[in-house]
């Protein structure tokens, strides 16, 4: 059974980076058939996709966020990070990461963290 | 960017009832497109991908049309369960793009 278990601080002060974990089990981050995605929630944008790694590291970052938001890996320790700088109250939202299946049948996010709520304030 | 568009933005239904659930991209998707169920506190499940893949248990009651720029979550008898928030997200392109998500409540 896949699950992905995030970690990381739920409160960052304005300009500040937020550094989020996602701890996979159950299955590996170097697996071809899998992408692996941070998505984020807020009452006034909904779900907003951030960005996936790629099973070989390379990455993809939301266009709107690329100037400041890195994911990165760690393969030894399975697991995935998001590092978002310049952090405001607009990146107030809960954190999720989530399993990107590639088939041939198509993608889906089937496997979710439990989220994180991160509240951005000084 | 793809923008998607749910309808209604709430349904009001009584258990029993038949779920029609509209999703609208702004250019076509082709087929790549993904439905989830939200419920208050979880994160999101997936529910039905592409033209007819679905998530692992996911009862029968639950049914995907369309293609293009125009596709239907259909909700045959409603459970109490089924009350819920669902979003439709599309993969064809980049960014991911979701809906804003469509509230199925109890009448």
């Known amino acids: 059974q896949v699950q992905l278990q995030q970690s990381g601080s739920g409160l960052v002060r304005p300009s500040q980076t937020l550094s989020l974990t996602c701890s996979v089990s159950?299955?590996?981050?170097?697996?071809?058939?899998?992408?692996w995605t941070w998505i984020r929630q807020s009452p006034g944008k909904g779900l907003e996709w951030l960005g996936y790694i790629y099973f070989n590291g390379g990455s993809y970052p939301n266009p709107s966020l690329r100037s400041r938001l890195t994911i990165s890996r760690d393969t030894a320790q399975n697991q995935f990070s998001l590092h978002l700088t310049s952090m405001t109250a607009a990146d107030t939202a809960i954190y999720y990461c989530a399993r990107d299946l590639q088939t041939g049948y198509g993608v889906a996010f089937d496997v979710w963290g439990q989220g994180t709520a991160v509240r951005v304030s000084s | 960017e793809v923008v998607m568009t749910q309808s209604p933005a709430t349904l009001s239904m009584s258990p029993g009832e038949r779920a029609t659930l509209s999703c609208r991209a702004s250019q076509s998707v082709r087929s790549n497109l993904a439905w989830y169920q939200q419920k208050v506190g979880q994160a999101p499940r997936l529910l039905i991908y592409?033209?007819?893949s679905r998530a692992t248990d996911l009862p029968a009651r639950f049914s995907n049309s369309g293609s293009e720029t125009e596709f239907n979550l259909t909700i045959n008898g409603l459970q109490p369960e089924d009350f819920a928030v669902y979003y439709c997200q599309q993969y064809s392109f980049l960014p991911r793009t979701f809906g804003p998500g469509t509230r199925v409540e109890i009448k």
């Open positions: 159950g299955a590996s981050i170097t697996t071809p058939a899998y992408y």
């Open positions: 592409g033209r007819s």
